[in-house]
């Protein structure tokens, strides 16, 4: 069965510290891969996604990722975290071959940023 | 900018008792889902739904949990008889095309029951 994990529970930074979450899946197909992140009180929100292409994706609020295909991997950086990066984010997959689209997540990453 | 929107953020019910968790998707899609997040765990698919009927269910959707949409904007999750393990938080989600584009999530329905 698919899966998707996410290597952090609970991420705490300075501002200002650079960012990486991890995430590796396990399918031996084609992905698709996002990143949805879930600021306090508020709903999922896509941070960047990757369909094809370049594997170096850049998404919203200075977010990147980079897939590595041999890796199974999509992780999540960025250079520069804010305070108003708090939020919980998760690594999400879906598979090509469903046709439902539905998404597969990993159990999330707790980021607090302190001032 | 459009949004799916769910209703009621916050539901406490009894255990036994029948919940109705409603969504509207925005307008223009085509692909609906259901997913439930159990404090403290991943977020995990429930259902999708196309073309007015379920396309994809997972072994936590069985015969206790249905959906319905009963007219052009709502999507429904009903749970018949809800147990302690159905307190969750739910998430509605909706998508133009399945799978090519990304699935835009509603804010949650909070369910707890007693």
């Known amino acids: 069965a698919q899966s998707v994990s996410q290597h952090n529970h609970h991420v705490i930074l300075s501002e200002a510290a650079s960012l990486e979450l991890g995430c590796n899946y396990s399918y031996g197909g084609t992905v698709n891969l996002f990143w949805y992140v879930q600021y306090p009180g508020q709903h999922l929100q896509l941070l960047l996604k990757y369909f094809s292409g370049d594997p170096l994706v850049k998404g919203i609020k200075g977010f990147e990722a980079e897939f590595i295909k041999s890796k199974f991997s999509f992780n999540l950086r960025k250079p520069s975290v804010q305070w108003s990066d708090t939020a919980e984010y998760f690594c999400a997959v879906s598979t090509r071959s469903s046709n439902t689209g539905k998404l597969i997540f990993g159990q999330g990453t707790t980021l607090q940023v302190k001032p | 900018e459009p949004e799916v929107t769910q209703t009621p953020s916050h539901q406490v019910t009894q255990m036994g008792q029948e919940v109705i968790l409603r969504c509207v998707p925005i307008s223009n899609h085509l692909y609906f889902y259901w997913y439930r997040q159990i404090l403290g765990q991943k977020v995990e698919f429930l259902v999708s739904?196309?073309?007015?009927?379920?396309?994809?269910k997972s072994e936590i959707f069985d015969d206790q949990f249905s959906v319905e949409r009963p007219d052009g904007s709502n999507f429904t999750l009903k749970i018949r008889s809800t147990k302690l393990e159905d307190s969750a938080m739910y998430f509605c989600a909706s998508s133009e095309v399945s799978g090519a584009t990304e699935a835009f999530f509603g804010q949650g329905t909070r369910l707890t029951v007693v």
């Open positions: 739904f196309y073309n007015n009927e379920i396309s994809e």
